[in-house]
Structure formats: C-alpha cells, structure tokens
Nanobody, 123 residues
C-alpha cells in the first residue's frame, strides 16, 4: 500500500520561504498524481497544487506564482517550493496521491494521504 510522509514545515517570517517534501513508499511514484492541500483551523481543506502522473501541473488561484510543485520519480519525492509566504498561509499541509490521476485540486479524488506538516508564518 502506498504511504506518504511530508516534511519541511516550520515557522517562518512573512516574505520567507519553505520547501516541503512528500516522500512516497510502498509503490512506484510514477503512476500517481500527487496533490498538496492545506487546512487551517476552522477552515475547509483547500487544494494548493498538483502534479499529474504525466507531469502536468495545476495551481490554486491564491498561489499566484508564489509556489512551485515538482516531482522526481527516481527519488520518490514531490516537492512544494513556497516563496513570499504570508500569515494567511499558516496551516497544516498535506500531500495526497491518486492512482493514474490526471491532476486535480479536488481532495475527494485522492485515495492516500500523509499525516501533514505544520507551516506557520508569523513575525
């Protein structure tokens, strides 16, 4: 069974950067679409970015060029580079996987989830 583990979260000042990693084990990454989602206290989970099994990328409107998603199938890793972070980016960040996915920001399409990593943006 596929397992996902996120890392790279932490506390950063506004305007700063973080790089989140999602490492996949159990099966080959190449067949999966991977999405990054986040959930802040009291808010619904929202899609940030995804990369399909064919390496097509999609982003949420609020990203506005600040975040970049990439995948390295050989390293079984999907990375989310986040720049120019804002206090409203504070949330728990999750990666998720969909087998043979075409790429979607709809969390309902994803079958496997990591445990999440906390990102806090504050001065």
């Amino acid at each position: 069974q596929l397992q996902l583990v996120e890392s790279g979260g932490g506390l950063v000042q506004p305007g700063g950067s973080l790089e989140l990693s999602c490492v996949v084990s159990g099966e080959s990454l190449q067949y999966y679409s991977i999405g990054w989602f986040r959930q802040a206290p009291g808010k619904e989970r929202e899609g940030i970015a995804c990369v399909s099994s064919r390496d097509m990328t999609y982003y949420g409107v609020f990203v506005k060029g600040r975040f970049t998603i990439s995948r390295d199938n050989a390293k079984r890793t999907v990375t989310l580079q986040m720049n120019n972070l804002r206090p409203e980016d504070t949330a728990v960040y999750y990666c998720a996987a969909e087998l043979y996915g075409l790429g979607s920001l709809d969390s309902a399409k994803y079958d496997y989830w990591g445990q999440g990593t906390q990102v806090s943006v504050s001065s």
